[in-house]
């Protein structure tokens, strides 16, 4: 079988305008989910705190056990029949960065676990509220535990990202589809997306990386 690429390059400006709505999404998702995340592992690191923990606790079940696909349906095809219309972009945000969430949060609390118990009693010791305490002593330190998982969850939020095109995006997956359309070269086309995933992934794996050794070297991590 003889590989037909011409179709595919005529098509570019479709490839890279998709490739910049993937960036975009992931982009958005990503900010939403660091920050969600935040707050959601942060309100799990006391179970005394009842009613806060019961509802993050709530949150990450719901999301960790149902499929990010049925997720976003629910977010595109399931709010309009309570009469709340989102833009399939704001859609696709919401489902990813709130999905990302989940997972991120659970890396912010064992990051935050992970600092010695003896870091919080010194700084409550010199007189800093629990708050103060925590944002200028504990979350510093455990940021920088957290940049490797945090780069796998980025990883595998590029990835996820194809699934939007279902909700009528026109992100890379969704462009792709449609030169298919066009030329009927599925093997091609799949191989040109595929190999654009692969940089995207790449790119981020070597700046984590870079991050990561700097930081080594450092001695922060």
Not at 113 to 121: K, L, V
Request: proline content about 4%; overall charge positive.
């Amino acid at each position: 079988m003889k590989l037909d690429f011409s179709g595919v390059w005529d098509s570019w400006p479709s490839l890279l305008h998709g490739t910049l709505v993937t960036v975009e999404i992931t982009a958005a998702s990503l900010v939403l989910g660091c920050v969600l995340g935040l707050l959601v592992g942060l309100g799990r690191l006391n179970p005394r705190r009842r009613t806060l923990y019961a509802i993050c606790t709530f949150y990450l079940t719901l999301v960790r056990g149902t499929p990010l696909l049925v997720q976003l349906f629910l977010w595109f095809f399931g709010l309009p029949h309570v009469g709340v219309i989102l833009p399939a972009y704001v859609c696709g945000i919401l489902g990813l960065g709130i999905y990302s969430a989940a997972y991120v949060s659970e890396i912010v609390r064992g990051a935050i676990q992970s600092i010695e118990r003896g870091q919080m009693e010194a700084a409550r010791s010199l007189g800093l509220p629990y708050r103060m305490a925590m944002r200028r002593v504990i979350l510093p330190q455990a940021f920088v535990r957290m940049i490797p998982p945090l780069g796998n969850e980025f990883i595998a939020l590029i990835k996820n990202s194809a699934l939007v095109s279902l909700l009528t995006i026109a992100d890379l997956m969704h462009e792709g589809e449609k030169i298919i359309s066009i030329t009927y070269r599925s093997l091609e086309t799949y191989l040109v997306i595929a190999l654009i995933y692969l940089v995207l992934t790449g790119v981020t794996t070597l700046v984590l990386r870079r991050i990561e050794k700097v930081l080594r070297s450092e001695g922060r991590v």
